[in-house]
């Protein structure tokens, strides 16, 4: 007779074989992701303590002090303006209704499809000493040089301005969401108490908005810190310019490397400060779903003024930009079709479509793990990948070349002592390193858009795939992502607009002779060559409002639910 078992038994112990094999495979690939994204971190921290007290001493007694004086200025000078803009656009457009407001519901987003540094470049253009705005002030006048004053812009307010544009967004998004979905009996029951529309909004509507709110301003801040194309290009000092400075026009490694450490310290004190303000600040409103806030109807100089305070922000941080380089894209020599912004372009979609698949991947990997087997392993690899992004790119350059550098550099003395044979970089100055820094710095803005459409999956669903025989793999492949098809191409979209976007990342590690529409407009940039760098700026834009056009309709969906 012969000793297998019956088949009954034999084939859920097999399921279950493989289902054990799926999760360990899930969990090392998730492990080994989070691995990915605390090696900058970790090599950044080894390289700066033992650069030695000498560099550090120096650097303290120097540049130091500028730097970081320059970068907390820049940051509260943001934090202040992003909050004012996005919260008043988000009050105005969800509380009030005024001819055009829906119309400024989306184009409100708009500015989130510029980088900071393409926004310098056009207003440099025009507000500059020889631009058109200070030319026509002189003919007009009479006025010489010397005899008035206008403001720099290449200042820190000058790149504070650029940066508030571009950012503001993050906290209209956040904190229109958290208006939607207040309740107006608290805010009514305040104006029957006596207070005015003013102090019913500062003292109800603006304290439970509060957590959404601080979130917006410290996404801000973070993308401040991380900025290097606005603050090079306006000569600003910050952390993310001396970083580049000490690596490639000093040589200072060392000296890079503590930079980046005091500036990874202050990032992941944000990360910190962002994560206990959104685990800690909750409200509790039991009647919010019994009764939505009516919004009041503004007419004459009340609505006129409702809707210039709402277009100001759309005009300056999208309008007139376009116009602007579209002006000087017009008068400069440089062609798209050209075999050289050919590759540019070929270039920057290569780069971003294999990041945008690679994060993403990456993202399910870590955000199924998580669902699978909540525990430390799981959401302990999940906070860690979280981290990245609040990593300047430069930082996360740094942090990759120093230990792959080491071990290429090793490796090759290996080589040639043993065989007397020469191996070269083989890891640094890849594609798949830069491809590597895009995943760590990004890999956040995936993860959030995976597991938000994961959310709508329900739990019994994959009860009833594993019931149904399938291992983990076969459940995502079958079950979760059909499903979240409309999640995934989000998130592959934000992420294939941010690698465009990313230049000091980019700068730093980028193979040689690779360059990119980013890299090309801040090169021209750099050389003064404003009309020239309009050209790539412009296909940069154009390709960023893809995301900020679907953020939209998704606004505009859950604003009239």
């Known amino acids: ?113 510029f980088p900071a540094y393409v926004l310098a470049y056009a207003y440099t253009h025009i507000l500059d000493h020889p631009g058109i705005v200070q030319t026509l002030l002189r003919d007009v ?98 952390f993310a310019t001396g970083i580049y400075t000490s690596w490639f026009s000093l040589a200072d490694r060392a000296g890079a490397a503590q930079l980046a450490l005091c500036l990874l310290s202050f990032a992941l004190l944000l990360a910190l400060l962002e994560r206990a303000q959104r685990g800690g600040a909750k409200y509790h409103d039991p009647a919010r779903r019994q009764q939505r806030m009516e919004p009041a109807v503004l007419k004459g100089p009340r609505a006129a003024m409702a809707a210039i305070l709402c277009g100001i922000p759309v005009a300056l941080g999208a309008v007139l930009p376009v116009v602007i380089l579209f002006s000087m894209g017009l008068g400069s020599e440089q062609n798209l079709l050209s075999p050289r912004y050919l590759g540019f372009i070929q270039n920057s979609l290569t780069l971003a479509s294999v990041a945008a698949v690679c994060t993403v991947a990456a993202a399910i990997t870590v955000g199924f793990f998580q669902r699978l087997r909540p525990g430390r392993l799981s959401h302990g690899s999940a906070y860690v990948a979280r981290l990245g992004y609040a990593v300047p790119g430069g930082v996360i350059a740094v942090g990759l070349m120093v230990p792959f550098a ?52 329900p739990a019994n669903m994959d009860a009833a795939a594993r019931s149904l025989g399938q291992t983990p793999t076969g459940t995502l492949r079958r079950v979760h992502l059909p499903i979240l098809a409309p999640s995934l191409l989000t998130a592959l979209l934000i992420v294939f607009v941010d690698v465009m976007k990313e230049l000091p990342a980019t700068l730093i590690m980028r193979p040689f002779n690779y360059d990119t529409l980013a890299v090309q407009a801040y090169r021209l940039a750099s050389d003064e060559r404003l009309e020239g760098a309009a050209v790539p700026s412009l296909v940069i834009v154009a390709i960023g409002l893809l995301p900020v056009v679907l953020i939209c309709r998704q606004v505009s969906r859950r604003g009239n639910r």
């Open 141 to 238: 006048t009479g006025w010489g040089p010397r005899d008035y004053w206008f403001p720099e812009i290449r200042s820190v307010g000058g790149a504070a301005v650029m940066l508030i544009l571009v950012l503001y967004p993050y906290v209209y998004l956040l904190a229109r969401a958290a208006f939607l979905q207040q309740s107006a009996t608290t805010f009514l029951a305040a104006r029957a108490l006596g207070a005015s529309a003013w102090a019913a909004f500062f003292k109800i509507s603006l304290p439970l908005a509060r957590p959404a709110i601080a979130g917006g301003v410290l996404l801000a801040v973070m993308e401040t810190i991380a900025d290097f194309g606005t603050v090079a290009y306006f000569g600003v000092q910050t």
């Open 1 to 113: 007779m012969s000793d297998a078992p019956p088949v009954s038994t034999a084939l859920p112990t097999l399921a279950r074989r493989r289902a054990q094999d799926g999760l360990r495979v899930l969990a090392g690939c998730a492990v080994m992701v989070a691995g990915i994204c605390a090696l900058p971190m970790l090599a950044v921290a080894i390289a700066a303590l033992s650069g030695g007290t000498e560099t550090i001493t120096h650097l303290m007694q120097t540049v130091l002090p500028r730097y970081a004086g320059t970068t907390i200025w820049l940051v509260a000078l943001v934090s202040v303006g992003t909050f004012c803009l996005g919260v008043g656009a988000a009050w105005l457009v969800t509380m009030t209704r005024f001819p055009g407001v829906r119309l400024f519901e989306i184009a409100l987003v708009l500015p989130l499809a």
């Open 406 to 457: 080491a071990f290429d550099n090793a490796f090759d003395a290996f080589m040639r002592a043993r065989f007397d044979l020469s191996t070269g970089l083989l890891i640094t100055g890849s594609i798949w390193l830069l491809v590597a820094a895009y995943m760590v710095r990004f890999l956040a803005a995936a993860l959030g858009a995976y597991e938000g459409g994961q959310a709508m999956v």
